[in-house]
């Protein structure tokens, strides 16, 4: 099995997403997943649907797909989340709206599982530690779970003894046998401190998965959110990777 880029919470930032699969093109890697919240805070969401809904061998929605599709209600989210998913609903056009409003927030049906949140919260929860980590690995049986939502890189592995270790999202990782959880950060948002944009090489042959960072255009992605008057804090926070 050819390896594979893990892409999540691209988040309408086109040039984090143009980076990205320039970069993946440089890897030589040809098939992608997405693992949710391809909308929602950034300038151009109708690009990057667009892209995700075409390219991606597979692709799952995020709670900010479902809140700009109708699936989930508006005041879930915070004022500046809020603002910008009832924006992306006045910029998407009804096809897109409608095809928006068919991707799930999972993917079973795969040797590698998708969610975009946690297992037994597809939606909603963050995995940010163990407790969550083994909350989601003991309701899967395959060896590798892919998820994102959180926006910082990180591992859990399950071992054959129950214990749940983090492993720290950065390089490559061995997937040594026993149950994986795979978040590989955030392409348009990344939250942890690091503000290039963050995907993940997934080889199922070899058993690795490798973190990967990309430099983009962040001062563009910037202008492109305060020219559309998004609030001001989606345009900062990519400068600080917060």
């Excluded at 099995?1 to 990205?20: G, P, T, W, Y």
């Excluded at 690009?47 to 879930?76: F, K, M, Q, S």
């Excluded at 690995?137 to 591992?155: D, N």
């Excluded at 129950?162 to 978040?183: A, D, K, M, S, Y």
């Amino acid at each position: 099995m050819a390896a594979i880029a893990i892409l999540s919470d691209i988040h309408s930032n086109r040039q984090a997403l143009d980076a990205v699969l320039e970069d993946v093109a440089r890897h030589d890697i040809t098939r992608w997943w997405c693992v949710g919240d391809i909308v929602g805070y950034g300038a151009d969401p109708q690009y990057v649907l667009e892209i995700c809904l075409t390219a991606p061998e597979r692709c799952i929605a995020g709670n900010h797909d479902l809140g700009v599709a109708g699936g989930v209600p508006l005041d879930a989210f915070s004022s500046w989340a809020y603002d910008a998913v009832a924006w992306t609903q006045t910029v998407l056009g009804l096809e897109q709206r409608v095809a928006l409003a068919q991707l799930a927030p999972t993917d079973f049906d795969h040797a590698v599982p998708l969610v975009h949140a946690s297992v037994r919260d597809p939606i909603w929860e963050y995995v940010l530690g163990v407790e969550e980590a083994k909350a989601s690995l003991e309701l899967v049986r395959e060896h590798v779970t892919c998820i994102g939502h959180t926006h910082i890189p990180a591992a859990w592995h399950r071992a054959e003894d129950g214990t749940i270790t983090e492993v720290p999202g950065q390089g490559v990782v061995e997937l040594v046998p026993g149950r994986w959880l795979i978040n590989p950060g955030s392409v348009g948002q990344p939250r942890d401190d690091d503000p290039r944009a963050a995907w993940a090489r997934l080889d199922l042959d070899a058993n690795t998965v490798e973190f990967i960072r990309t430099p983009y255009d962040i001062a563009g992605a910037q202008r492109a959110i305060r020219a559309v008057g998004l609030p001001e804090i989606l345009a900062e926070r990519l400068g600080e990777g917060f």
